[in-house]
């Protein structure tokens, strides 16, 4: 089954330095790449996904960027804010359309700290 | 994101004996799942659910066993709590809301087995 690897664990970046997560998957059939966003006590949330059509999205601060023939992907946060720290999870799974999709199967996390 | 709710958001419970956590979304969506998160081993998938007659194991289900009991609907039960299921756990459920296939999660239920 597929295996999602992240690095690093733990991330510390000075406010207004960039900060990436980068993970790499198993599955060459995977083809949708969510990463989520969970703030001390509160539940995982959606900040982006990419699927494998496209190589790079981007929405505002956030990026993430995907290259399929050495299976990883990366998330990029520019600017980074106080509020950006949180612990952020890539995930893979495979995604039929209208037929669904796998499970997502998620990396272990990174923990960054925004320092002011 | 009140659409997906869970009860109880915390349980302090013995080695032995038999919890259920409850689920429920009002979303309309037919995928449903249930993930423990324990420190520095991110989410694991426990079961998950295509629809109200469809029941598939994840990658950790041994000592847990779930319920589809309507489309809103989905419970988790552990038949003899032990100690090392002491975790957070999440429900999910996904489905397609403006083109897009999303994942929503619900606040967690926090259980500690003594």
């Known amino acids: 089954g597929e295996n999602v690897e992240q690095h690093p664990s733990t991330l510390s970046v000075q406010e207004g330095d960039s900060a990436v997560i980068k993970c790499t998957y198993s599955?060459?059939?995977?083809?949708?790449f969510p990463w989520y966003k969970q703030e001390l006590g509160k539940r995982p949330q959606l900040i982006i996904d990419?699927?494998?059509?496209?190589g790079e999205k981007k929405d505002q601060r956030i990026a993430v960027t995907l290259n399929k023939t050495a299976k990883h992907f990366s998330l990029h946060i520019t600017e980074t804010q106080p509020e950006d720290s949180a612990v952020y999870f890539c995930?893979?799974?495979?995604?039929?359309?209208?037929?669904?999709?796998?499970?997502?199967?998620f990396g272990k996390g990174t923990r960054l700290s925004v320092i002011a | 994101d009140a659409d997906v709710t869970q009860t109880p958001r915390n349980r302090i419970t013995k080695t032995g004996k038999r919890i259920m956590l409850e689920c429920s979304q009002t979303?309309?969506?037919?995928?449903m799942y249930w993930y423990r998160q324990d420190p520095g081993l991110g989410l694991r998938l426990i079961y998950y659910?295509?629809?109200?007659?469809?029941?598939n194991k994840g990658e950790i289900s041994d000592g847990y066993s779930v319920s589809r009991q309507a489309q809103a609907k989905f419970s988790l039960s552990l038949e003899s709590a032990i100690p090392n299921q002491t975790a957070l756990y999440f429900c999910?459920?996904?489905?397609?809301?403006?083109?897009?296939?999303?994942?929503?999660f619900g606040p967690g239920t926090r259980l500690l087995v003594l």
């Open positions: 995930a893979a799974s495979i995604f039929w359309g209208g037929a669904g999709n796998t499970p997502l199967v």
């Open positions: 599955d060459s059939a995977s083809n949708y």
């Open positions: 990419i699927r494998s059509n496209v």
């Open positions: 979303k309309g969506h037919d995928r």
């Open positions: 659910s295509f629809d109200v007659k469809d029941i």
């Open positions: 999910a459920t996904k489905g397609r809301q403006g083109g897009q296939e999303t994942q929503y």
